[in-house]
């Protein structure tokens, strides 16, 4: 094999606005490293964090889905969760026999303290521009995210955070349902 097939493929060549897009990826592993660190928690358990911050109650099962582990594993991670204080168990109001994982609202508002203030200082960035540019950055996005879907492979997972997530019906979140934008 000849030197040049070899090297490992070069991104040099890329724009610097791709560039920018891979460090971010880079940057947001470091922050979600750095949370976690700050919580006590893997990333598997910062994951099941972000799920019931963002959704609320969940089912063990609904979680499970989301954090697409097995049961036992889920409840490794609720066990986990629980000893650290950031989650209880409760009983499921809708199923006597189920129960939901409810996320401590001091752990919420630990997690909120680092990510609010940083999701406010990204908002504000895009309005250093005119609306045309914000226009031409938001197409930008789009391309990307459709690219990134694109290349995926399978199917997307919804996300209550994705920008055109709709809102669950009402009385869902709390609830473990997963609606479209659970």
Known sequence: M?????????????????????????VTEDFERSLGGELSVNATDLAAMQHLIVAGALSPTALAERLELSSGAV???????????????????DDRRGTLVVPEPASVGRAMQRIVPMVTAVDRAIHDFDEAEQAAITRYLQR???????????ES?????????????PGT??????????
């Open 75 to 93: 409840t490794t991670v609720i066990d986990r969760l629980e000893g650290l204080g950031h989650v209880r168990r409760t009983p499921n109001p």
């Open 157 to 169: 997972r919804p996300r209550a955070w994705r920008a055109d997530a709709p809102p669950p019906p």
């Open 144 to 154: 990307v995210v459709d690219t990134y879907r694109d290349h995926a492979g399978g």
């Open 2 to 26: 000849s030197e040049s097939a070899q090297r490992t493929p070069s991104f040099g060549t890329s724009h610097l606005a791709t560039l920018l897009l891979r460090e971010i990826l880079d």
């Open 173 to 182: 979140a709390d609830r473990g349902v997963a609606g479209p934008g659970a």
